[in-house]
């Protein structure tokens, strides 16, 4: 019986938004986790753009692999498409994920950052990072929340980002400097 699988890597982990039958850490070879979308919808503007995270090219990437029950997986796809292409910046991709509890190898749909879009940011410089992720704000609320997110997720599954973790005291500081 053919599996299905997404592997989520950013706010996927912490808000799915869709049934699943089982969830598995997961690991990713071949692509890394990076603050490396230009938000114009759901954590920026066009004219104010906050920052998402993308699969990029390069190194492995820790996150959270879902199993899919067959029956539910067109409709998960399709609220997949309409979450994350709303600008078609990602690209839908199966990539080869180990399930870290079972020691399970197989294919999961994930979306990889499309180097080629308007919205790739590459890899950008903290001040560069602080200024989008602390101004964005979109239809999914506030890029501040969800890098904190991300973050409170990925240490609760004992993930280390350093780039995240950076951020994420620095926009602490700068919360605390606000309100004091």
Same mark, same amino acid.
């Not at 039958?21 to 503007?45: D, F, I, Q, W």
């Not at 998402?52 to 199993?67: I, K, T």
């Given at each position: 019986?053919?599996? @299905?699988?997404? @592997?989520?890597?950013?706010?996927?982990?912490?808000? +799915?938004?869709? $049934?699943?039958?089982?969830?598995?850490?997961?690991?990713?070879?071949?692509?890394?986790?990076?603050?490396?979308?230009?938000?114009?919808?759901?954590?920026?503007?066009?004219?104010? +753009?906050?920052?998402?995270?993308?699969?990029?090219?390069?190194?492995?990437?820790?996150?959270?692999? @879902?199993?899919?029950? +067959?029956?539910?997986? &067109?409709?998960?796809?399709?609220?997949?498409?309409?979450? &994350?292409?709303?600008?078609?910046?990602?690209? &839908?991709?199966?990539?080869?994920?180990?399930?870290?509890?079972?020691? @399970?190898?197989?294919?999961?749909?994930?979306?990889?950052? $499309?180097?080629?879009?308007?919205?790739?940011?590459?890899?950008?410089?903290?001040?560069?990072?602080?200024?989008?992720?602390?101004?964005?704000?979109?239809?999914?609320?506030?890029?501040?929340?969800?890098?904190?997110?991300?973050?409170?997720?990925?240490?609760?599954?004992?993930?280390?980002? +350093?780039?995240? &973790?950076?951020?994420?005291?620095?926009?602490?500081?700068?919360?605390?400097?606000?309100?004091?």
């Amino acid at each position: 019986m053919q599996q @299905f699988w997404i @592997f989520g890597y950013g706010s996927l982990m912490w808000r +799915p938004g869709f $049934d699943f039958l089982r969830s598995e850490p997961a690991l990713v070879h071949g692509h890394h986790r990076r603050l490396c979308v230009y938000s114009h919808v759901h954590r920026g503007t066009p004219d104010q +753009p906050g920052l998402v995270l993308g699969l990029d090219r390069g190194g492995s990437c820790h996150g959270l692999a @879902f199993q899919i029950a +067959p029956q539910r997986w &067109e409709e998960t796809i399709a609220y997949l498409r309409a979450r &994350e292409q709303v600008t078609s910046v990602y690209l &839908e991709m199966r990539k080869t994920v180990r399930l870290l509890t079972s020691g @399970f190898i197989t294919d999961a749909t994930t979306y990889v950052v $499309d180097r080629n879009h308007v919205q790739y940011a590459g890899a950008l410089g903290e001040d560069a990072l602080m200024e989008h992720v602390s101004r964005g704000q979109g239809i999914s609320g506030r890029c501040i929340d969800y890098v904190q997110n991300t973050v409170e997720h990925l240490r609760a599954m004992k993930i280390h980002d +350093p780039t995240l &973790e950076r951020l994420a005291r620095k926009l602490a500081l700068q919360a605390a400097s606000r309100s004091s």
